[in-house]
């Protein structure tokens, strides 16, 4: 039987989470590893030489499930040197509460915990859920029903080494309201944060949610504005391949003693 990781970066009791590892039991058996408290944007945070709590819960109608004191990328790298019982098939997270497009993937818990997966040699997946209403479990379920014929897929035809797939899923009530899949280049996020003074030494970045361009066609922020899922493949090969020919003419030289 094919065996299911599933995480996020919300932590191990979010709704999100819950609607995703019941939409799993349906491809394999499911476990569960994920942050104990919520861990959102805590980006590719892996712990070394520091103790690493965990507990065992469940989660729904009797899902096993780890909490585990750390970052997402954590709970990953701990299944998979021993935490979990047996090897992973996949690894699946999500469904993060919110959007991770553009450069929300640097920063991502959700992100980068199946980045560190594919690290490993595993395949995975992330899923994100576009400005959900906190109080509406609707949009999870929506996204919960997309997310099984993506896995399905991913494990018939296997992805390349050291390449994840990044879904966004629009915030809609009815899983007729979306208007199918589409196939995205990462888009670009404009932040606006501003720097908050809360107390003599203590500062706070708060700020609007991030804009975007949602005329470029062909982004996620553009397909999902749309009300399209989004599919990004993602590699963790971050060179800048373009610039290279550049760069080689700057000549760069090391300096005479």
């Known amino acids: 039987m094919t065996s299911i990781l599933v995480t996020n970066d919300d932590g191990y009791d979010a709704p999100g989470l819950l609607a995703l590892a019941e939409a799993m039991r349906g491809l394999g058996a499911v476990q569960v590893c994920a942050p104990a408290i919520n861990q959102s944007a805590s980006g590719h945070k892996i712990t070394l030489f520091q103790d690493i709590a965990y507990t065992r819960e469940s989660i729904g109608d009797g899902i096993p499930a780890l909490a585990v004191g750390g970052s997402p990328a954590d709970c990953i790298a701990l299944s998979l040197l021993g935490l979990v ?14 959007e991770n497009m553009g450069q929300d993937l640097t920063y991502s818990g959700t992100v980068t915990a199946a980045l560190e997966a594919a690290i490993h040699g595993l395949p995975a997946v992330a899923f994100s859920l576009a400005r959900p ?21 991913i494990l018939k035809q296997g992805l390349p080494p050291y390449t994840i797939l990044n879904v966004n899923v629009p915030p809609v009530e009815q899983l007729e309201d979306l208007r199918g899949i589409r196939l995205t280049r990462q888009g670009v996020r404009i932040y606006r944060d501003r720097l908050v003074d809360v107390a003599a030494g203590v500062l ?9 361009n949602t005329d470029e066609i062909g982004t996620d922020v ?3 504005h749309r009300g399209f899922v989004s599919v990004t493949p993602v590699h963790l090969d971050m060179t800048a391949h373009r610039f290279m020919a550049n760069l080689e003419a700057w000549d760069m030289q090391l300096p005479r003693c």
Do not use: F
């Open 204 to 212: 706070r970045v708060e700020g609007e949610p991030p804009t975007a």
């Open 133 to 153: 209403d906190a109080d509406s479990l609707c949009h999870y379920r929506v996204a919960a029903l997309v997310a099984p014929a993506i896995v399905k897929m």
């Open 85 to 98: 019982d047996g090897a992973p098939d996949i690894v699946v997270s999500g469904i993060n509460r919110g």
């Open 222 to 224: 553009w397909a999902v």
